[in-house]
């Protein structure tokens, strides 16, 4: 009986809003990816304590408690019988305590190590900037990615609208013969292809939110907007080639590959010193007593010294080792190499995106106003007989296809920017906040009509749509 309300009790909690700061706030305190790193990263750490501990003082302790049984049959030699007749049973308790000690004195290999694990730490640093970089992009992108959906959305329903009316219209001008059938069925398919384009919009905003939920752990039901004052401008500074300069000596995940060289360069420190010899001083105490045959008393032992050990011949082992370590020094500097390239044409892309973006932006927004009166003038032209329907349809696809275009336009310029500030090393919460002073603070509830299959409810920030 607890159980319905208990679901009824987790399903109705309600879900709450928040702009792009709080989302990025939620996703670097609750992302799995980020906690994963975060989690490697003190591990890799860890490593560093566990290399230096074999240049600290060892100490072990050891002992044993016994009960012994020990039966002796003897004979001489011209049979006699030795202790007992035909044989004895001596049993008695020993108790024995050993404490070792030492200290490495010299060990090359030991110490390469510990400088192997500090260059590892170093390099698991850069990783984990590159996660929270990467974070801080797909919240972004998902979060833009549900304001594209919906202006498409919204675009979709107005188009759904019209030609619905367009075809409302072409039915009442066929019963009283004023068209043919041919133009009520180009009308039907017309509202029939809006129909399925809207679905397919309504889809992908449901699937957007379920994107942004992954990312943050969190479920929201509404979102800010961006602002049409956003200012669509070229990338400050103007200078490529300083993009490329900033994301060679800032990316993560460059750093982090050429950190990777000096890890397998200290690695190959560490299999040439397998051939050095080690020296560590020593000391150990030994006490034991048992109480065979009746004795009083127990015996004790101890010892002060020097070990050194020089590993001469080990089967070609250690010069193998050698081998491939710095084989695989060689590649990281491969691998670092070609991050590095990647980084570059990866900047020098996104530089020249976010560019055209700007362009792109100014000429989806003039082609509304275009399409908008290439639909006027075609409507014009099928009241007084020189249009056709087909026409008017085309001009209306043309106009709402405009309007999902400039959205695509604007949300494409927003994260592009953002992805080359991370591919320049330059994206942290600072250029989020940036971002998300020009989002709007209305919120407006969006519901998902009931043709559409589902009932669930999505409340994002008001988008202005192109009124008819």
């Known amino acids: 009986m607890l159980l319905p309300a208990l679901l009824l009790s987790v ?15 939620d996703a670097l305190e609750n992302n799995a990816e980020l906690s994963s790193a975060r989690s490697q990263t003190q591990s890799v750490q860890a490593g560093r304590d566990v290399a230096r501990g074999d240049l600290l003082p060892q100490v072990n302790a050891s002992g044993d408690v016994a009960h012994n049984r020990q039966y002796e049959s003897q004979t001489g030699a011209q049979g006699t019988q030795v202790r007992g007749g035909t044989g004895s049973d001596d049993p008695f308790n020993s108790v024995s305590l050993t404490l070792e000690a030492s200290q490495a004195l010299f060990d090359l290999r030991n110490s390469r190590e510990v400088e192997q694990a500090e260059r590892q730490i170093d390099q698991q640093i850069y990783l984990l900037a590159s996660t929270e970089q990467q974070v801080l992009i797909d919240v972004a992108t998902a979060y833009f990615d549900i304001l594209r959906a919906n202006d498409i959305l919204d675009a979709r329903l107005a188009q759904e609208r019209a030609i619905g009316r367009q075809l409302e219209q072409a039915e009442e001008q066929f019963e009283v013969g004023l068209i043919a059938i ?4 180009e009308a039907q398919a017309s509202f029939d292809q809006s129909r399925a384009e809207r679905i397919a919009a309504q889809s992908d905003l449901q699937v957007s939110f379920e994107a942004l939920e992954r990312l943050t752990g969190q479920r929201y039901a509404n979102i800010d907007a961006l602002s049409d004052d956003y200012p669509i401008d070229q990338p400050t500074p103007s200078d490529r ?5 900033l994301a060679v000596e800032n990316n993560p995940l460059v750093l982090a590959e050429q950190a990777g060289v000096e890890v397998s360069r200290s690695a190959v420190g560490v299999a040439e010193a397998q051939r050095a010899p080690t020296l560590q001083a020593f000391a150990n105490y030994q006490y034991a007593d048992n109480d065979i045959d009746q004795y009083q008393g127990h015996d004790t032992s101890s010892q002060v010294g020097l070990s050194a050990n020089w590993p001469l011949y080990t089967g070609g082992s250690t010069q193998a080792s050698i081998r491939q370590s710095t084989y695989q020094l060689e590649a990281s500097q491969f691998d670092f190499e ?9 900047v020098r892309s996104l530089y020249t995106q976010v560019s055209n973006d700007v362009s792109t932006v100014d000429a989806r927004e003039q082609a509304i106003v275009s399409n908008q009166s290439a639909l006027d003038a075609t409507r014009a032209g099928y009241e007084v007989g020189t249009r056709n ?4 349809l085309n001009a209306e696809q043309n106009l709402y296809n405009a309007i999902s275009d400039y959205a695509q336009a604007r949300y494409d310029y927003v994260v592009n920017l953002l992805s ?9 919460v600072e250029a989020v906040e940036d971002i998300n002073a020009w989002l709007q603070g209305e919120e407006v509830t969006f519901t998902l009509p009931e043709d559409a299959g589902s009932s669930s409810v999505t409340n994002i920030g008001e988008r202005p749509v192109l009124e008819q």
């Open 11 to 25: 399903w109705s909690v309600p879900a709450w809003s928040a702009d792009l700061l709080t989302i990025t706030r």
């Open 182 to 185: 041919t133009e009520v069925e």
């Open 241 to 245: 080639d300083h993009w490329v300069d």
């Open 338 to 346: 070609a991050q590095r390239r990647d980084t570059v044409q990866q």
């Open 389 to 392: 329907i087909v026409d008017v």
């Open 420 to 428: 080359l500030r991370q591919q320049s090393g330059r994206l942290d």
